[in-house]
């Protein structure tokens, strides 16, 4: 399936407590699993987690019903997908995002302007190496992203110039597999520590900022902008444009605003 290591992580922790429970309950066949078991099991804690956090287990626990379907030959079990109630999600405006920049040495400036320019997801920025980025053209390449797929996407003059200060004043000049972001003992940054990083600065900065915020203030600001969704949907790293037409209810206040300015009140 060519999954990340982080979604076959969360397979594992979510498919491994629910056979837990299943041999716990007397199902030691992977054919006795009803819809009736998995409704009971995620029911158990349906009122303390958030409904993205229930879904996500359901998310798991239907790839697992469908790979012991394929593999075992065991019937299919369907269930209802728990409610996700729809909410706008976090993402920053510009003001934020200078309040930001405004507190960061020379290494933070790049995480924080790579995550907001290329909108690369947190993993793939730890990821990346020197010679994904042309320093030259700002074109990057995204290697073995989010289901192993290769794709390319890019940054502007103002995160080209802050790549090129934060090389300068490295020890030595990298090389083409050095990764891009060095933390301690000269070390990789793992997508935790870029985490850690990013709510750190957000803190002093007065900002509530997460990677993956950063990702959405993207797009958001490349609608605004006046993107096509399919640019947007390739340089996401999306496999369906389903995934990209998410961010389009982000620009609910866009259009509240439009009708402010011409509105009735703006011509009777």
């Not at 699993?33 to 804690?45: K, M, P």
């Not at 200078?98 to 990821?127: F, H, N, Q, W």
């Not at 389903?242 to 259009?255: E, G, I, N, P, R």
Request: proline share 3%.
């Amino acid at each position: 399936m060519r999954c990340s290591a982080e979604t076959l992580g969360f397979y594992r922790f979510t498919a491994g407590r629910f056979v837990d429970w299943c041999q716990d309950h007397g199902v030691i066949e992977p054919g006795g699993i009803t819809a009736g078991h998995v409704r009971e099991w995620l029911g158990q804690d349906a009122n303390r987690l958030k409904d993205t956090s229930l879904h996500a287990r359901a998310r798991g626990m239907r790839t697992f019903l469908r790979f012991l379907a394929s593999e075992y030959s065991t019937p299919k079990v369907e269930f209802a997908m728990p409610r996700l109630e729809r909410r706008r999600l976090p993402c920053m405006e510009p003001d934020e995002v200078r309040r930001l920049l405004a507190v960061c040495d020379v290494r933070e400036r790049v995480v924080v302007m790579m995550l907001v320019d290329a909108g690369i997801r947190r993993a793939e920025l730890a990821a990346l190496n020197w010679g994904d980025v042309d320093l030259r053209t700002g074109q990057v390449t995204v290697r073995h992203g989010k289901g192993g797929k290769d794709r390319v996407t890019a940054v502007v003059a103002q995160t080209l110039r802050a790549l090129l200060r934060y090389r300068l004043g490295l020890k030595r000049d990298p090389a083409a597999d050095t990764p891009l972001i060095l933390g301690m003992a000269d070390r990789r940054l793992t997508p935790h520590h870029l985490s850690r990083l990013v709510a750190a600065l957000g803190r002093k900065a007065g900002v509530k900022v997460t990677p993956h915020a950063l990702r959405r203030t993207f797009a958001l600001q490349a609608l605004r902008k006046g993107m096509d969704v399919m640019s947007l949907m390739r340089l996401m790293g999306h496999a369906d444009i389903a995934m990209t037409s998410h961010y389009v209810q982000l620009l609910d206040s866009d259009v509240l605003s439009a009708h402010q300015k011409a509105g009735l009140d703006s011509w009777l």
